[in-house]
């Protein structure tokens, strides 16, 4: 099992950038897909980009592709997402995944560890 505490959310505006990090703690990180995905209010979650056990692989939807990129630290047992040129639909509550086996899969329900959430606001 795996714990995942997001943070790094703010308000910022449309343009800015801004690193999100996800700390986990529990079994070996390195043995799990980490991902993120977002939810807008009255939305349905959405796929952000996920990242591959190493870190060497990554994929991403295609509404972040070029301007979000995920990492992962696996000696510290952390994920993190650069957000770049960010815009007002970028606004969502956006959630730390993990999982050992979902690589590559877009769905929420392929995820079975989830963190709160940590809130990001772009403003125009």
């Known amino acids: 099992q795996v714990q995942l505490v997001e943070s790094g959310g703010g308000l910022v505006q449309a343009g800015d950038s801004l690193r999100l990090s996800c700390a986990a703690s529990?079994?070996?990180?390195?043995?799990?897909?980490m991902a993120w995905f977002r939810q807008a209010p009255g939305k349905e979650r959405e796929f952000v980009g996920g990242?591959?056990?190493?870190?060497?692989?990554?994929y991403y939807a295609d509404s972040v592709k070029g301007r979000f990129t995920i990492s992962r630290d696996n000696a510290k047992n952390k994920m993190y997402l650069q957000m770049n040129s960010l815009q007002p639909e970028d606004t969502a509550l956006y959630y730390c995944?993990?999982?050992?086996?979902?690589?590559?899969?877009?769905?929420?329900?392929?995820?079975?560890?989830w963190g709160q959430g940590t809130h990001v606001t772009v403003s125009s």
């Open positions: 995944v993990a999982d050992q086996y979902a690589y590559g899969n877009m769905r929420p329900d392929r995820y079975g560890y």
């Open positions: 529990g079994r070996t990180f390195s043995s799990y897909i």
């Open positions: 990242i591959s056990w190493s870190g060497s692989g990554s």
